[in-house]
C-alpha cells in the first residue's frame, strides 16, 4: 500500500514538473494594463470565431500550448491581466486579475504573449497568443510553444 501511494505521488510530482507548475511567475508591473477582449471573425473558415487581445497597437490571436516545460528564465515579464467579462469568461468578475499576460525573453519583438491562470486550480497550463500581423511571415516560434493548428495560422 505504502508503495502504490508513493508511487502516485511521485507520477503527481513528475506532472507537475513537467508541465511549468512550481514556476515563481512575475507580478503584475505596477503599470500592469487590464486587456478588454475582443473577437475576430474568420469568414474564411465558415466565420469561426476566436478571442483577441490589443498589446502596443497590434492584435493577437490564440496560437498554441505548452510543448514540453516552461522555465522561469523563459517568461520576461507580467504585462497585464484580462479583465473578466462575458467575452473572457463565464464569471463575470471586473476586481479578478488573476488571468495573467506575459511577455516572453527570446521573443523579443512580442510576437507572442503567454496567458496563465495563476489561481488554484491544480493543472493550470499556459496558452500563448500570436500577433496576426505575423500571419504566413517566417518567424521565430520559441522551442516551448505546440501550434493548435487553427486554420487561421494554416
Same mark, same amino acid.
Given at each position: 500500500?505504502?508503495?502504490? !501511494?508513493? *508511487?502516485? %505521488?511521485?507520477?503527481? $510530482?513528475? $506532472? ?5 507548475? &512550481? ?9 500592469? !494594463? &487590464?486587456?478588454? =477582449?475582443?473577437?475576430? +471573425?474568420?469568414? /474564411?473558415?465558415?466565420?469561426? *470565431? ?9 492584435? #493577437?490571436?490564440?496560437?498554441? =500550448? ?8 523563459? !517568461?520576461?515579464?507580467? +504585462?497585464?491581466? +484580462? !479583465?473578466? /467579462? ?5 464569471? +463575470?468578475?471586473?476586481? /479578478? ?14 510576437? %507572442?504573449?503567454?496567458?496563465? #491562470? ?9 496558452? %500563448? ?6 500571419? /504566413? ?6 522551442? %516551448?510553444?505546440?501550434?493548435?493548428? #487553427?486554420?487561421?495560422?494554416?
Amino acid at each position: 500500500m505504502k508503495k502504490k !501511494i508513493l *508511487g502516485i %505521488f511521485l507520477m503527481g $510530482v513528475l $506532472v507537475l514538473s513537467l508541465t511549468g507548475c &512550481g514556476i515563481k511567475y512575475p507580478d503584475l508591473e505596477k503599470d500592469a !494594463i &487590464g486587456f478588454q =477582449t475582443g473577437n475576430y +471573425i474568420d469568414e /474564411n473558415d465558415d466565420g469561426a *470565431g476566436y478571442l483577441t487581445i490589443e498589446y502596443n497597437g497590434r492584435t #493577437y490571436m490564440p496560437y498554441g =500550448t505548452l510543448k514540453g516545460s516552461l522555465k522561469e528564465k523563459d !517568461i520576461d515579464k507580467c +504585462i497585464g491581466y +484580462i !479583465i473578466q /467579462n462575458e467575452n473572457s469568461s463565464s464569471i +463575470i468578475d471586473k476586481d /479578478n486579475k488573476d488571468t495573467r499576460i506575459y511577455t516572453l525573453i527570446d521573443d523579443k519583438e512580442n510576437n %507572442f504573449l503567454m496567458e496563465y #491562470y495563476i489561481g488554484t486550480d491544480l493543472m493550470n497550463q499556459p496558452s %500563448f497568443y500570436r500577433a496576426i500581423d505575423t500571419k /504566413n511571415k517566417d518567424i521565430n516560434i520559441p522551442k %516551448f510553444i505546440d501550434s493548435l493548428d #487553427y486554420n487561421y495560422w494554416k
